[in-house]
C-alpha cells in the first residue's frame, strides 16, 4: 500500500477529488510558500553583489561544513519516509523510532545553522555589515524558521503517538505533516546550491 | 425523520447569544459577521474620504493640515482595500459559495472563524493607530525607504501598517486555503468545474491569486520590519539598498491584488445579470476562461506601475503590451454580459440596477486603464488626479456597486427578507449619480495637472470649482449609504416572510429555505447541468424538468425555524461543533503584532517582546487546544430521543 496513490480519506470525509481536505490545502498553502520563498530569493539575487563592504561570501561561507548539514537534513527526508511507511504498517514502535530520528536530524540541522551564524558573527558577517549579511541571514533564516516549525510539529506527533491520540488510524494526518517536511528539505536544496555553490 | 432528529438544545447545546457569535464556525454566520464588520469600516473609511474632500473643496484650506491629511490618506486607502473591498469579498464567499455549490459547510469550518477574527482583530489594530496620534502616513503602497526608515517615518504609525497588513494577510491566506479547498473538494454530485456557477469560479480564481500573490507582499512587509526594527539595509540607498526593489515586491502583489478584489464583483454580476434578464449568462466558458485569461496575465503587468522609475523602455515597452493584453479578456466580460442582457425580459429590480450599472462603470474604468497602460500617456497622468479617478471608477464604480448588487441579491439568503425596493432604487440613483459627480471630473482636474496625495492647492491653479464639485458629489455619495442602512433596518423590523426563491434564481442556493437551516441541505442536491436550479424548474432543451422532489423541492415546504442553529439535524447529518480557539489564536497573533509595534516605541519598549512572547504562547497552545477538541458535533448528540 503505497501512500502516494493511496488516498485514505479520514472517516466520515467524502471529497470530489478523493484527495482529503488536509493533503489538498497542504499541496494548496506549498504552493504559496513556494512564492514565499521565491520572493526571498529574488530578493537575495537582486542584491548578489552589490556588497559594498566585506564580508563578502567567499571570506566567511564554508562549503564542506554546510555540505555536511544539507547532507543532515536530506537524510531526515528518508527517516520520515520510514517513519509514515512504519505508521501505514501499525508498526508504532518502529513508528516512534524514526520520527525520534528525523526530529534529531532536524535538531541537527538547526543547531548547524545556530553554529554557522554565530561563526559568521565573529566573523564580523551580522545582519546590519552589509547586504550579504542582510539577505543572507533573512533568507536562511525564514528557512531554520520553517525547519524549527516542522520540529516542533513532529515532536507533538511523537508525543502524542505515546497517549494514543496518533495511531494507524491518522496516516493521513502524519502524511499531510511529511509533505511539509519535505517541502523544508527541497527548499534548503536550492538554497545550498543557489547560495553557497554557485561561484561569488 | 422528526423521531430520528433530536433538538441540539436538548442535548446541552443552548448557549447565550453572544457566545454563540464568538464561538460560531457556521458559515452563514461569519459571513453574516464578515459583511457588517466591512460596512462598518466602508463608513469609517468613507469618512475619512469625506474628511479629505472637505479639505480640498476649496484651494488653500487648512481644514486638516498636511500631517493629517497624510494620515486620513493613508489609513482611506489601506483600510478600503483590506478592510472593506477584501472583507466584502469574503463576506459574499461565505453566504454564498457552499450553498451555491451544495455544501453543508466550507471544508475547514474552524479556520473559516480563525479568518474572519484575524481580519476583525488585525483591522483594529490598524484603526487602533489613531488613538495612539500616529497614524500610517506614507500612501497604501507606503513606498520605501519613506516606509522602512525610522528617519523619514519616526513614531510607530508604519508599524501599525506593517504588522497590521501582515495579520490581514494571514487572515486572507487562511480564507483562500479554505475556499479553493471547499470549491475543489466539496461540490455536489454532478457538479464538474464547468457546471459551476460563475460566482463560484471567480472565487476560485481569486483564491488562488490570494495564496500566489500574498507572499510577494508578506516578503516585502518583513524587510521593512527588518529594516525599521533591526537596522538592516534592504532599502537603504547608502548601503546599496535600491528602495525600487520594494515597489517591485509591492506591485507584484498589488496588482493582482486587483483581480482578488475585482473578480468576485464581476462574478455577482454575472449571476445578478441572467437572473435578471431570465436568460442563461451568454457564452459562461468564455466568461469563465476571461476569468482566468485575467487572473494569470496579472502576475505580468506590474511594472506599469512603475513606467516612471526608469526600467527602461525595453522593459516598459513589455509591460505597456501585456496591460493591454488585459484589456481582452475584460472585453469578452463586458460583451458577454451585454449580450445576456440583449433580448432577455428585463427586470430591473435594485441588484439588477447596481449590477447593470458596474458594467458601465467598468467601461469607464477599463478605457481610462487602457490609456495609461500606454507608457508616454502615462508619463503625463502618473501621480495625477487622472489616475485617482480611474481607480475609484473601477474600485467603487465595479467592486462596491458589485457587492451593492450582492447585497440585494442574497439579502433574502441571509436573512429571509427582501431589501425594500423603493428605497434601494433611491439608494441605486444616488450612489450612481454621487459616484459619477466625484469621480468624473477628477479626469479633468487629473489632466489639468493636479497631483494625487497633495493635501492642498494654489488658487490660481484654477482646480477649485471642480473640486468643489468632487466634494458635492462625495457628500451625495457618502449619505445616501446611510439609505441602505435605513432599508436593512426597515426591513429586518419586518417578519422574515421571504420564500426560498424569490427571484426565479438559477442556482442551488435558492433550492432552500431564506435564511437556510444550519445544515443547509437536509439532501445533498445532484446538478444536471450549470443553472442546476433553472433546469430542474424548466428544462434546458437536454434535460426535462423534474417533476417533483429531485432537487430540493420538499425543502422549500419544511417549517421554518426562527432559530435555524437550533433546529431539527436530519439523520446522519454532523454539524462542526462551535469552538473558541479560532478566536483564541487569532487573539495570539494579534499580541504579537502588538507587541511588535510596542517593541519600537520608546514609553512601552520594555513591554514589547513580553508580549510578543505572550503571543506565541497563546498561538501555540490554541493550536494544541485546536487540535485536540474533536471538530464535529459528538455523536451522542444524535442519540435519538
Not at chain 2, 407 to 421: A, N, S
Not at chain 2, 463 to 486: D, M
Not at chain 2, 563 to 592: C, E, Q
Amino acid at each position: 500500500m503505497s501512500h502516494a496513490a493511496g488516498h485514505t480519506l479520514p472517516a466520515g470525509e467524502h471529497t470530489v477529488t478523493g484527495i482529503s481536505h488536509n493533503r489538498l490545502m497542504m499541496w494548496t498553502f506549498l504552493a504559496s510558500d513556494c512564492m514565499f520563498f521565491g520572493s526571498l530569493i529574488w530578493v537575495y539575487f537582486a542584491y548578489r553583489g552589490r556588497y559594498f563592504e566585506g564580508p563578502y561570501p567567499h571570506e566567511v561561507l564554508d562549503i564542506p561544513y554546510t555540505s555536511v548539514s544539507a547532507a543532515v537534513l536530506l537524510l531526515s527526508s528518508f527517516s520520515i519516509v520510514m517513519a509514515l511507511t512504519a505508521l501505514e504498517h501499525a508498526d508504532m514502535r518502529g513508528f516512534r523510532g524514526w520520527l525520534l530520528g528525523t526530529i534529531l536530524l532536524g535538531a541537527l540541522f538547526l543547531g548547524g545553522q545556530y553554529y554557522e551564524f554565530i561563526t559568521f558573527y565573529h566573523e564580523g558577517l551580522t545582519l546590519t555589515s552589509n547586504l550579504f549579511g542582510t539577505t543572507f541571514f533573512v533568507l536562511t533564516g525564514f528557512h531554520g524558521t520553517h525547519v524549527f516549525i516542522g520540529i516542533v510539529w513532529l515532536l507533538v506527533q511523537w508525543l502524542l503517538s505515546f497517549v494514543g491520540k496518533l495511531t494507524p488510524a491518522h496516516v493521513e494526518r502524519f502524511f499531510v505533516t511529511t509533505l511539509y517536511w519535505h517541502f523544508v528539505d527541497i527548499v534548503w536544496i536550492i538554497i545550498f546550491m543557489l547560495v553557497y555553490l554557485m561561484p561569488y | 425523520m422528526a423521531e430520528a432528529a433530536i433538538r441540539l438544545e436538548q442535548a446541552g447545546y443552548r448557549r447565550s447569544a453572544l457566545v454563540e457569535w464568538l464561538t460560531t464556525v457556521d458559515h452563514k454566520k461569519i459571513g453574516i459577521l464578515y459583511y457588517w464588520t466591512a460596512i462598518v469600516y466602508l463608513l469609517l473609511a468613507g469618512f475619512l474620504a469625506l474628511l479629505m474632500r472637505i479639505q480640498l473643496a476649496q484651494p488653500n484650506m487648512h481644514f486638516l493640515g498636511p500631517k493629517t491629511y497624510n494620515e486620513v490618506m493613508t489609513m482611506h486607502g489601506t483600510m478600503m482595500i483590506f478592510a472593506v473591498a477584501m472583507p466584502l469579498n469574503a463576506a459574499f464567499f461565505n453566504i454564498a459559495v457552499p450553498l451555491m455549490i451544495g455544501a453543508r459547510d466550507v471544508a475547514f469550518p474552524r479556520l473559516n472563524a480563525f479568518s474572519y477574527w484575524s481580519f476583525l482583530f488585525g483591522s483594529l489594530l490598524m484603526w487602533s493607530s489613531f488613538l495612539f496620534g500616529h497614524a500610517p502616513d506614507a500612501g497604501w503602497f507606503g513606498y520605501a525607504n519613506l516606509s522602512s526608515s525610522r528617519l523619514y517615518s519616526a513614531g510607530p504609525g508604519l508599524d501599525f501598517w506593517d504588522l497590521g497588513l501582515q495579520v490581514l494577510g494571514i487572515s486572507s491566506i487562511a480564507g483562500a486555503l479554505n475556499f479553493f479547498v471547499t470549491i475543489v473538494n466539496m461540490r455536489a454530485p454532478g457538479m464538474s468545474l464547468m457546471r459551476m456557477p460563475v460566482f463560484v469560479w471567480m472565487v476560485l480564481i481569486t483564491a488562488i491569486l490570494i495564496l500566489l500573490a500574498f507572499p510577494s507582499l508578506t516578503v516585502g512587509l518583513f524587510m521593512i520590519m527588518f529594516d525599521r526594527y533591526f537596522n538592516t539595509n534592504f532599502f537603504n540607498p547608502l548601503h546599496g539598498g535600491d528602495p525600487v526593489i520594494w515597489q517591485h515586491l509591492f506591485w507584484i502583489f498589488g496588482h493582482p491584488e486587483v483581480y482578488i478584489l475585482v473578480l468576485p464583483p464581476m462574478g455577482i454580476i454575472s449571476e445578478v445579470l441572467p437572473t435578471f434578464s431570465r436568460k442563461p449568462l451568454f457564452g459562461a466558458p468564455f466568461v469563465i476562461f476571461a476569468g482566468i485569461a485575467i487572473a494569470f496575465l496579472s502576475f505580468f503587468v506590474w511594472a506599469h506601475h512603475m513606467f516612471t522609475v526608469g526600467l527602461g523602455p525595453v522593459p516598459n515597452a513589455l509591460f505597456a503590451a501585456s496591460t493591454m493584453l488585459i484589456g481582452i479578456p475584460t472585453g469578452v466580460k463586458v460583451f458577454n454580459w451585454l449580450a445576456t442582457m440583449w433580448g432577455g425580459s428585463l427586470d430591473f429590480k435594485t441588484a439588477m440596477k447596481f449590477a447593470s450599472a458596474a458594467v458601465w462603470m467598468l467601461m469607464i474604468g477599463g478605457i481610462t486603464g487602457v490609456m495609461h497602460a500606454t507608457v508616454p500617456l502615462d508619463y503625463q497622468q502618473q501621480d495625477s488626479y487622472f489616475i485617482v479617478a480611474h481607480f475609484h471608477y473601477v474600485i467603487f464604480g465595479v467592486i462596491v456597486m458589485g457587492l451593492l448588487a450582492g447585497t440585494y441579491y442574497w439579502f433574502p439568503k441571509m436573512y429571509g427578507r427582501l431589501l425594500d425596493e423603493r428605497l434601494g432604487s433611491w439608494h441605486f440613483w444616488l450612489t450612481f449619480i454621487g459616484t459619477n459627480l466625484t469621480f468624473f471630473p477628477m479626469h479633468f482636474v487629473g489632466l489639468d495637472g493636479m497631483p494625487r496625495r497633495y493635501f492642498t492647492y494654489a488658487a490660481e491653479t484654477g482646480w477649485g470649482s471642480w473640486n468643489l464639485v468632487i466634494t458635492i458629489g462625495a457628500f451625495i455619495l457618502g449619505l445616501s449609504q446611510t439609505l441602505l442602512l435605513v432599508n436593512v433596518v426597515k426591513t429586518l423590523r419586518q417578519p422574515a416572510a421571504a420564500s426560498a426563491d424569490p427571484w426565479d434564481g438559477r442556482t442551488l442556493e435558492w433550492t432552500i429555505p431564506s435564511p437556510p437551516p444550519a445544515y443547509n441541505f437536509a439532501v445533498i442536491p445532484t446538478v444536471r447541468g450549470r443553472d442546476a436550479y433553472w433546469i430542474e424548474k424548466y428544462g434546458d432543451g437536454h434535460h426535462t424538468p423534474a417533476a417533483t422532489d429531485t432537487m430540493q423541492r420538499r425543502e422549500v415546504h419544511q417549517p421554518r425555524h426562527d432559530n435555524p442553529g437550533h433546529s431539527l439535524l436530519p439523520p446522519g447529518v454532523h454539524l462542526p461543533k462551535p469552538s473558541w480557539w479560532p478566536l483564541i489564536v487569532s487573539a495570539g497573533l494579534t499580541a504579537m503584532a502588538a507587541g511588535m509595534i510596542m517593541h519600537g516605541t520608546e514609553t512601552l519598549g520594555p513591554l514589547g517582546f513580553p508580549i510578543v512572547g505572550l503571543g506565541v504562547f497563546v498561538v501555540f497552545f490554541g493550536l494544541l487546544g485546536w487540535h485536540f477538541e474533536p471538530a464535529i458535533e459528538h455523536e451522542e448528540a444524535h442519540v435519538s430521543q
